[in-house]
């Protein structure tokens, strides 16, 4: 058990770009979530999936991001067309779905839009 | 609209102190309620956590206390230790646990 990867850990882009994070959650879990953090808040829900089925999705994200979970492990996050708004943490969290739903959060990567 | 209410922002405790920290919540559909502890560069980290079924859970020198009429729950670290020096959020999710909806955290300061 190697705990939850993020890929990349930092990432500097420039407005308009394209970015893609990937999230590698621990194995067997099949619940896999992201979530935003922006400086002194708290983590900000993004998007759910339950195996490879995306099951919840905030009305506060906008068409430019969009994630995956192909085969049900890891899990990518794309954002289109990058805005300096959206400099921020971006973070994975897994769990199993038993005991209580304990979520393994990943260190995040953090992105920064000039 | 912030689904969960958490306060204080900040928080200084001198070593031995108790410490607590407050989140209100509005939706009675919420029946687990997480607490997370954040290291600087670290992910958040689960300390504990409860169901509206019990009023109170204690892990060690953390407590959480839950009044499920007054829609409040607290943490409470007893014995408090420059070691838990960090930033502590509270957060809500339903049954299905497909959402979770965290307080805007706060950050904890224990002094030697």
């Known amino acids: 058990d190697t705990g939850v990867s993020q890929d990349p850990r930092h990432k500097i882009t420039k407005r308009g770009q394209n970015v893609t994070f990937r999230c590698d959650p621990i194995s067997e879990h099949n619940r896999l979530y992201w979530y935003r953090q922006t400086l002194g808040q708290g983590p900000e829900f993004l998007t759910y999936f339950q195996n490879e089925a995306q099951l919840e999705k905030s009305r506060l994200l906008s068409d430019r991001f969009s994630a995956e979970r192909p085969k049900g492990s890891f899990s990518t996050l794309e954002i289109q067309r990058t805005e300096q708004g959206d400099s921020a943490m971006y973070l994975c969290?897994?769990?199993?779905?038993?005991?209580?739903?304990?979520?393994?959060f990943g260190a995040g990567t953090r992105l920064s839009v000039l | 609209q912030q689904q969960v209410k958490q306060s204080p922002q900040s928080l200084i405790v001198q070593k031995g102190g108790i410490s607590i920290i407050n989140c209100a919540y509005e939706n009675t559909a919420f029946d687990y309620f997480p607490w997370y502890q954040q290291f600087p560069g670290k992910g958040p980290a689960l300390l504990i956590a409860?169901?509206?079924?019990?009023s109170e859970k204690k892990e060690g020198r953390f407590t959480i206390s839950f009044n499920k009429s007054a829609k409040q729950f607290s943490l409470h670290i007893m014995d408090s230790q420059p070691g838990d020096s960090a930033t502590y959020f509270c957060?809500?999710?339903?049954?299905?646990?497909?959402?979770?909806?965290f307080g805007s955290g706060t950050k904890l300061n224990v002094k030697p």
């Open positions: 409860i169901r509206p079924d019990v």
């Open positions: 969290a897994s769990s199993s779905g038993q005991g209580g739903n304990i979520q393994y």
């Open positions: 957060a809500a999710t339903g049954h299905n646990f497909n959402k979770f909806y």
